[in-house]
């Protein structure tokens, strides 16, 4: 691991006022993929920032009915939350299909919406990647790409965004909340947080450089049934290959949003105007621009079989 220095902040201003002043500093709370990255010498950041004890470690109500998820809420309690059990199902279950609880223990809610691609060639540093390093080319292509994107990808790189609860958020239509430098605040949409890779694939998200992220908002509850169905490879402790989040609802209507295929959650709300004809429908219109390698092709009929067996115990629940 590279040489470091590390502060510990005790505000938000303290923080982003750390962040600015320092170049190639980093933001640490959880650690539980920045620590992974340095050690392999992936992440080398000249500064280390602790944002462990600035707060923003709860859960609140909106006025208008919804709730104000604290940044450094800790993934075991936000999926533990009564209000999220009962009013968003989506999200509890999909933090629950991550990681393991040792690691959910630790794990912040901004932590888990920046955590970093597990693209098996991002992690090794004898690989081209233009994810760790612009321009050097991407070696996942035409490479081992069973686990990696289908659709949303491009000729710079075809990772895929590894968190199960960004793809919920993605769902129940979360903002995110920040504060930079200047004591401004911002608020973007979970829609437009992650950027897809285009020739900039280092560029994962729409934060500025002098940016915190406070918290994640979330609406009024939606109604219908919630699910979240994770395929992977092993019962636990494995990232998807597909995942689908879906809210449904008695008269065939619904939203669906899925993991594991795209760099970010991938949601396309004119797709779900084809609920009522069923998963096949959602599915094509879903994935309608999809160009898998040879490797994972089997991830486009998998999302349909997936969603259609979300739709299928929904009918029988």
Same mark, same amino acid.
Not at 145 to 168: F, K, N, W, Y
Not at 222 to 250: C, M, N, P, T
């Given at each position: ?5 590390? #502060? ?15 170049? @190639? ?185 002098? #940016? ?10 939606? @109604? ?79 999302? #349909? ?13």
């Amino acid at each position: 691991m590279k040489a470091f220095t590390y #502060e510990r902040a005790r505000t938000p201003h303290e923080a982003v006022t750390a962040l600015a002043r320092t170049p @190639g500093a980093r933001i640490i709370a959880g650690g539980t993929n920045l620590l992974d990255l340095m050690k392999l010498q992936i992440e080398t950041p000249d500064h280390l920032i602790d944002i462990g004890r600035i707060g923003l470690d709860t859960i609140d109500d909106t006025p208008d009915g919804g709730l104000r998820i604290g940044a450094l809420v800790r993934n075991t309690d936000l999926a533990a939350d009564m209000r999220v059990r009962r009013h968003y199902g989506v999200l509890s279950r999909a933090l629950l299909a991550g990681a393991s609880g040792q690691l959910r223990n630790k794990a912040t809610t901004s932590g888990n919406l920046l955590q970093r691609t597990r693209c098996p060639y991002f992690y090794d540093p004898n690989q081209p990647c233009n994810k760790r390093q612009p321009g050097a080319g991407c070696a996942a292509i035409g490479g081992v790409s069973r686990q990696l994107g289908i659709i949303g990808t491009s000729e710079a790189c075809i990772a895929t965004h590894p968190s199960d609860m960004a793809v919920a958020m993605r769902l129940l239509d979360a903002t995110v909340e920040t504060i930079n430098v200047r004591g401004q605040s911002r608020h973007i949409s979970i829609a437009d947080f992650h950027r897809l890779p285009g020739k900039t694939p280092h560029i994962e998200t729409s934060l500025h450089s002098d #940016e915190l992220i406070t918290s994640l908002t979330l609406p009024p509850p939606v @109604g219908g049934h919630h699910f979240y169905r994770k395929v992977r490879d092993r019962a636990s402790y494995a990232f998807a290959l597909v995942s689908v989040a879906a809210i449904l609802q008695k008269d065939g209507t619904g939203r669906v949003a899925v993991g594991g295929i795209a760099p970010k959650p991938w949601r396309i709300e004119a797709a779900e105007s084809e609920m009522p004809k069923g998963s096949e429908a959602v599915a094509a219109r879903l994935l309608a621009d999809a160009s898998p390698t040879p490797a994972n092709a089997f991830k486009v009929p998998l999302v #349909e079989r997936t969603l259609a067996a979300v739709i299928q115990e929904a009918k029988a629940s």
